[in-house]
C-alpha cells in the first residue's frame, strides 16, 4: 500500500468506510499511472524543447544564388564559375511554354557519367533591380536540379563577382536539401595557390557546395596526413542531374594558402572524390567569404594546356551533401571528428609502430589539445573585423607552423 493510501485510512475517523474505499483506489491507481505520467511529461518537454530549438537554430546551410528574370519570370539563378555553359532546366521550359531549338544537342559530361542536352533557346535575362537585359544562349538540360545556372563567361563578363558582388545571396536551404558541385563544360579558369606549403592549382567553382579533392591527388602527395575512409566520414552527393555518388573520405586540416607562400593560412577539411578530373576543388562558401574573386583576383589564370578544341562533350558536375551544413555545426563536427581520430588512436601519422604507448599517447594529447587551441582561435577570429581577421589569421598561421615543426608527427 502506498503512503498515499495509507494517509487516507489515517483519516478514517473523518470520512465514511465506502469514501476511504474509493479514495484507497482512486490514490493506488495515480500510484500506478504516476512513472507512466512523469515519463509522458519528460517526452513532451523533450519534444517541445527540440522543436524550439529546431526553430531559433534550423538545420541546414546557405545556398548562394542571384535573383532575376527569365523572360520576364522570376528566377533564382545558381551563380558557376565551374561552368561554362548557361542551363536551363528542361521542367522551367515546359512549365511556362517556351518553344527550344532542339536541332542543336550535345553531350554534357557529369562527374559519373554523360547526359545529353534537349536543345538549345535564347532567352533575356536580367537582374533584379537593374534595366539592362541580356540575350542568353541557354542549354537546355534534362533533369536539371536547377531552373537556371548562369556560366563563369557570364558571371565575368557582368563582373557579378567583382564589382556587382552585390547581386548575390546567400538563401537558407533546409538540411533535406543535398549540397551539390556543378562543374558545365571544362572550365579553363584556374586559381594559384598551396596546399600545406606545396604549390596547387585548384579549381574556384561558386557551383560547389563542398570542398573537394581528388583521390589520386591525396595519394600522390605525401604531405597530405590527416586522412580518414572509413565508413563514417564518406558522404553521399548529389550531381545536376540528380544522380548520387559517394565520396572515399575526408582530409582534415589541409592547410591552404592563395597565391604566394607568405599568404594567410586557411585551414579546410577536404572531401575525397574518385575520378574527380580536378586536384582540388574550391568551394563557394570558401570563396565568397574570403573574398577571393576581389583580394587573390592576381592569382586567377586561365588553363589552356591540352585543351582540345574538337571535342563535343561539356562537363557538368553538381554535387550536394546529405545533411546539415551550417558553419556552426560544421566547425563541430570538424573538430569531433578529428578528436575522436585521435582519441581512438585512427588518426593518420608515420608514428614508428616501435614507439612505446607512453610516447604515442603523449603525441596525441599534444595533438588534441592543439585541436581544440585551433578550433577556439577560428571562432575568435571569425568574430573580429576584418581587418583586424587578416593580421589574426597571420599570427595564427605562424603560430601553427611553429607548432607542426615543434611536434612532428614523423618523429
Known sequence: MTHLAQFALEQRSSYGWSNIKRTVAILEILSLLAPCLSKVLLTVVHLGAKFLYNVLFPPGREEWVIMGSLKGISVLAIPDTGSELNIVSDHFIKLHGIKLDSEFQRSIQLPNRETISTGTVSLPFSFEGEKSTFSIVFTVMPSCVHDVILSNSFLRTTETLTRFSSRLKSKFVPSLHIPRLRLLGAPKQRILGSINGHTAVALPDTGSDVMLISKQYVQERRFIHWVSTDNAYRTCLEFADGSLANTCG?????????????????????????????????????????????????????????LDLSRTSHELSLIKIVGPQNKATSRIHGFYRRFLQVVKGNAPSTTNQKDSKSAVQEREDHLRRELQRQDAMEELITELSPEQQEAAWAAEGRCREQWTKTHSLDG
Open 250 to 306: 575526408i582530409a582534415f586540416g589541409v592547410e591552404w594558402r592563395f597565391g604566394k607562400e607568405d599568404s594567410t593560412s586557411r585551414p579546410c577539411d577536404f572531401h575525397i572524390m574518385d575520378g574527380l578530373p580536378y586536384d582540388v576543388i574550391l568551394s563557394n562558401d570558401f570563396l565568397f567569404e574570403s573574398k577571393a574573386f576581389s583580394q587573390f583576383k592576381d592569382f586567377f589564370f586561365e588553363q589552356r594546356d591540352g
